[in-house]
């Protein structure tokens, strides 16, 4: 039985090609992510074990105040003489690090990443486990002179002696590069700028007398642990965060991983794809191949194999299938990361793709993938294999319909009815659903449940609506068109499951596209109805920026109101005993001439009054929250205060305007609690007079020494936000590629199959009058009529998605639903486009047939 289970596998080596290739694929995404994320992890891991110093101490950020605020939390610097007196520190030093800094060059160019990482500005200090040493030039002495890292200089064309400008949280200055740093280490992707010990707290934090941490190393003998044990019991811990290297590197990775988590989760949301499809070849082709060896597994039956020597027989096929998928999988894994890494580097990231690691657990993962995927997708293939009884084998023409077109389909009927009924009762209760947890959850149970009892019943639906896709082939095509349909009805089972391939992958789109459609709607109709300012004055990333932008802008002729805002995070005590902590905005006086904002109680003039606040009214409501109700708020720094509640607003209105509870206050009481940071964003109106179009050029005259802040108007904002909506939408379209991709060898795979098998049809039909043109007709419409009713069944599925998930965001302030129907028409029209194009090379074949040898083929 080995040997002719190993002799079947060699002789259908070209039939199962195209399975392979779907488990070579999603092998290949799982080993790749892992390789990937596992050599960036132990990269930074030797960067942060190397650098870190051996205890650093640092203030407390509960709230995470930097993030929003844009200032740098810091100490005292003469804590650093206090951290150098205790016993066991062989030395201290006050590190001063803002990773907010904009760097500009003489034509007001940015000379930072553009690429989202930052641009670091520091105090320089010569260590030894500093990640970068000086290679040309000196060190900077004094104000006006500072080191560039050498890769920064090198893409920005930056050489010793240039002048540059650094705008930081105090203010712009300008410096004079007196030196280049070397990388010794892997470089992260950020930009550095050194500045003098001496000046960097004036320049990047306003004064001399702050840092934002201090660096402590070890004395002989005494261990971080204990060091650690010291500081803390002579500083205290209750405003000191204290971190030993090895803490400082978990930390570190921690944060690393989150980066990764998003590369990692694509590619096995690619993988799963992958594998998802491919099930629906591999059954398929496992199905047609034992059909097709009918009479060869009766006469093993009949020569004294038992049932379940045939079923292993069939099973060991299906692992030596998986065994080769998952071994070139591997190898197109590792390819696939050497890729990536080299990707990174075009990013920033230095990368070395010779130190890529390969740990046990990825060669582990890509056989368990692939040698699972196709052990259970040939499960029920090997079973009917091992039900077919020897006298019917041997009674048989050599073929058998696959899958047994002729059996009832009443289990599927009623398994597909029950599974369908919960998904359709779980996505009827996504939609009556009030808590967005809830209604996702429900949403998720819902998708899984229709899309299994979609593709059980599946082949009930076959006849009637191919019946309804193919009635004007007769009449257009005539009796060739006829033969096509009646081809595809053949067997409901094969079609199926071919069809599933392709609805999957457009369920997907489908309900991804409707999504997607009703966010831009909804923020579109957002900003209609909120925003009434001229223009908007932000950062292109969003971040905070210094006060002089305000005051340029401000200072610019034809402004007639600047708006401030300002982001903070804070915690509040609500009424009902819960503590929440979340993001709140302060706005400068005057703010109903740049936002339109629908108020339940009050006004913004009781909402910006000193000591006050407004929330979202029914956020409010479910919170035990009135009008006049003291909040007790904690701000960042510990600083604590009672504000009153001035007014309660629109929950659709507010979402613009904050976060949890859409919380926002005058600028004036942000700044009593939390001075010193910097502004998000400036609301922009013309002066009476001035035409808008005209004051535009102005303003971004102004800021054109600031190339990372942008003016917006209304339209920009809205392209903006379709812009970030489309990157999800990319990544949808480029799964879909990947399982249309699948799909179509799918279908290359059961139309080869399906000729085979129809090998002395096709020779008699060729016999009788049908020529080559006709007979590559017939199979390119069945192709067409296959993908089509793949692509009906998975839009009808995703647009039922879309506007489930479409319900889940009108609880969160989204309303609007909109149905991309251009891309629904397109989508249709594609999967018969991809029918054509996986149709030629059966249709070519089937052409090329001696019609002698095709009549006496068994």
């Not at 030093?93 to 500005?121: C, F, L, W």
């Not at 050498?150 to 200055?173: E, Y």
């Not at 936000?721 to 290359?748: K, M, N, R, S, T």
């Not at 017939?778 to 009529?785: A, D, F, P």
Request: hydrophobic share 50%.
């Amino acid at each position: 039985m080995l040997k002719a289970t190993l002799r079947s596998f060699l002789a259908h080596k070209g039939r199962l090609a195209l399975s392979a290739l779907a488990v070579i694929l999603s092998v290949a995404f799982v080993a790749g992510s892992l390789i990937f994320s596992d050599t960036v992890t132990r990269t930074f891991d030797r960067l942060f074990a190397s650098t870190a110093a051996d205890m650093t101490v640092q203030p407390k950020q509960d709230l995470g105040a930097a993030r929003l605020s844009g200032a740098a939390p810091t100490l005292p610097a003469a804590l650093r003489d206090r951290v150098a007196r205790i016993d066991g520190v062989a030395a201290a030093r006050a590190e001063v690090s803002v990773q907010n800094a904009v760097v500009v060059d003489r034509h007001h160019k940015s000379v930072g990443p553009t690429t989202g990482a930052p641009t670091i500005a520091m105090a320089w200090y010569a260590t030894d486990r500093s990640p970068v040493r000086l290679t040309s030039g000196h060190a900077p002495r004094g104000a006006g002179e500072a080191l560039l890292d050498a890769d920064t200089a090198g893409k920005k064309h930056v050489r010793i002696g240039d002048t540059l400008t650094v705008q930081a949280q105090p203010g712009a200055f300008r410096v004079r590069i007196v030196g280049i740093a070397t990388f010794t280490t892997t470089n992260p992707g950020a930009a550095l700028v050194f500045l003098d010990p001496a000046v960097a707290g004036r320049e990047l934090l306003g004064s001399s007398a702050r840092a934002t941490g201090i660096a402590a190393d070890a004395a002989p003998g005494v261990s971080d642990a204990e060091l650690k044990h010291r500081i803390g019991a002579a500083i205290g811990t209750r405003t000191y965060d204290l971190k030993t290297a090895a803490e400082q590197a978990k930390s570190a990775a921690a944060t690393l991983g989150a980066f990764l988590d998003v590369i990692k989760y694509v590619m096995l949301g690619f993988a799963g794809i992958a594998l998802l499809v491919g099930v629906f070849l591999i059954v398929n082709t496992f199905s047609m191949l034992i059909a097709q060896r009918t009479r060869e597994l009766g006469l093993l039956r009949a020569l004294g194999a038992d049932r379940r020597q045939v079923r292993r027989s069939v099973l060991t096929e299906a692992l030596l299938l998986g065994l080769v998928g998952s071994t070139l999988g591997l190898a197109a894994g590792i390819g696939l990361a050497f890729g990536l890494i080299r990707l990174m580097s075009t990013f920033g990231m230095n990368l070395k793709a010779t130190e890529m690691v390969i740990g046990w657990g990825t060669p582990v993962a890509a056989y368990v993938v692939g040698l699972g995927v196709t052990f259970v997708a040939a499960y029920l293939p090997a079973r009917r294999a091992a039900a077919v009884s020897p006298m019917a084998a041997l009674a048989s023409d050599g073929v058998a319909e696959a899958g047994g077109a002729g059996k009832p389909l009443k289990v599927r009927a009623i398994a597909g009815a029950v599974v369908g009924a919960a998904g359709a009762a779980a996505l009827a209760g996504c939609a009556a659903a009030t808590r967005t947890g809830q209604a996702a959850a429900l949403l998720g149970a819902g998708v899984v449940l229709t899309l299994i009892a979609t593709v059980v019943a599946g082949p009930l639906l076959v006849r009637p609506v191919i019946r309804v896709l193919g009635a004007a082939f007769p009449a257009l095509f005539g009796p060739v068109g006829r033969m096509s349909q009646r081809n595809a009805l053949r067997n409901p089972r094969r079609t199926g499951a071919t069809a599933a391939a392709l609805m999957v992958g457009l369920a997907l789109v489908g309900g991804m596209s409707v999504a997607s459609a009703s966010m831009s709607a909804s923020f579109d109709r957002q900003i209609d109805r909120t925003l009434g300012a001229d223009f908007v004055v932000q950062n292109a990333n969003f971040t905070p920026f210094t006060r002089q932008i305000a005051d340029r802008v401000t200072a610019t002729p034809g402004v007639g109101l600047v708006v401030r805002q300002r982001l903070t995070s804070l915690a509040v005590r609500l009424p009902d005993g819960r503590r929440v902590t979340t993001s709140a905005t302060g706005y400068g006086p005057r703010l109903d001439e740049v936002a339109h904002l629908t108020y339940a109680r009050g006004g913004s003039a009781a909402a910006l009054a000193d000591g006050h606040l407004a929330l979202d009214a029914d956020y409010a409501a479910d919170h035990g929250v009135r009008i006049g109700s003291l909040l007790p708020v904690e701000f960042p720094g510990g600083r604590r205060a009672e504000l009153t509640v001035g007014a309660l607003t629109d929950q659709e209105s507010a979402e613009g305007f904050g976060n949890q509870g859409g919380i926002f206050f005058g600028l004036a009481t942000l700044e009593k609690y939390v001075p010193h940071g910097q502004d998000s964003a400036l609301y922009v109106n013309a002066a009476p007079g001035t035409d808008p179009t005209d004051l535009r050029p102005r303003l971004e005259r102004t800021l054109t020494a600031f190339p990372q802040v942008q003016v917006r108007d209304q339209a920009d904002y809205k392209d903006l936000v379709h812009d970030q909506i489309a990157v999800l939408l990319y990544l949808v379209y480029a799964l879909l590629g990947l399982a249309i991709v699948i799909a179509v060898l799918g279908v290359v795979n059961t139309l080869a199959l399906s000729v085979v098998e129809r090998t002395r049809e096709i020779g008699l039909l060729r016999a009788i009058g049908l020529g080559r043109r006709q007979l590559r007709r017939m199979i390119r419409l069945e192709s067409v009529v296959i993908a089509v009713f793949g692509a009906v069944l998975g839009v009808a599925l995703g647009l039922v998605w879309g506007v489930c998930m479409q319900q889940v965001l009108a609880l969160r302030g989204l309303t609007a639903l909109a149905i991309p129907w251009g891309t629904i028409v397109a989508v249709v029209i594609g999967s018969a486009v991809v029918g054509v194009v996986a149709a030629l090379l059966p249709a070519l074949r089937a052409s090329r047939m001696n019609v002698l040898a095709a009549i006496a083929h068994e």
